[in-house]
């Protein structure tokens, strides 16, 4: 897969990537938002330095490191992806706390849909923007959202510089092994 070139990156604001969900899924990831490259790519999580595909395949979720590309391969592995906001921009920060709690809603309601066994959101700052719970903290939280159970994880983003791979990876593990599989 070729990488997109910076006026194809710039051209990708305001895109949307389409959901990677189906039934009988054991976890649905959702990220915060796409980023301009992951939408010029129409691949989740592709930006090069996020750490999202690293952390899925070290924590247990792969048997080996699959590429944004290969991203169709999780749903027979029980797993989707999604975002809080299905609008690409630069950074996560230039979305408004409306565009949060209005994502909230409609993940709320992709989740009452599909029922996974889990619901993950990468972020806890979105997390709590989104659904109205600013003291929420990592790990499962004590609210389930549609119906379904969510755990909150680290948000994969190069930008996150509080975690590394392995940290991620960790807390991903723990998050595998609720959701079993």
Do not use: C
């Amino acid at each position: 897969m070729p990488a997109p070139t910076p006026a194809e990156v710039a051209a990708a604001a305001g895109r949307t990537i389409p959901d990677l969900i189906g039934p009988d899924l054991r976890v649905l990831f959702s990220g915060i938002n796409p980023s301009l490259y992951s939408a010029a790519t129409g691949h989740h999580f592709a930006r090069p330095g996020n750490r999202f595909w690293p952390a899925l395949h070290r924590s247990g979720f792969t048997d080996r490191q699959l590429h944004p590309s290969e991203q169709f391969e999780l749903p027979a592995l029980g797993l989707g992806i999604t975002n809080v906001v299905s609008r690409a921009t630069a950074r996560a920060d230039e979305l408004s706390p409306a565009e949060l709690v209005a994502g909230g809603e409609i993940l709320a309601a992709l989740a009452g849909r599909w029922q996974p066994r889990y619901l993950a959101v990468l972020g806890v700052t979105a997390y709590r923007a989104a659904f109205a719970h600013p003291k929420a903290a990592m790990g499962l939280q004590p609210e389930q959202i549609g119906g379904v159970p969510v755990w909150v994880l680290p948000n994969p983003s190069g930008l996150n510089a509080h975690y590394t791979v392995d940290t991620l990876a960790a807390a991903y593990a723990q998050l595998r092994e609720a959701a079993g599989g």
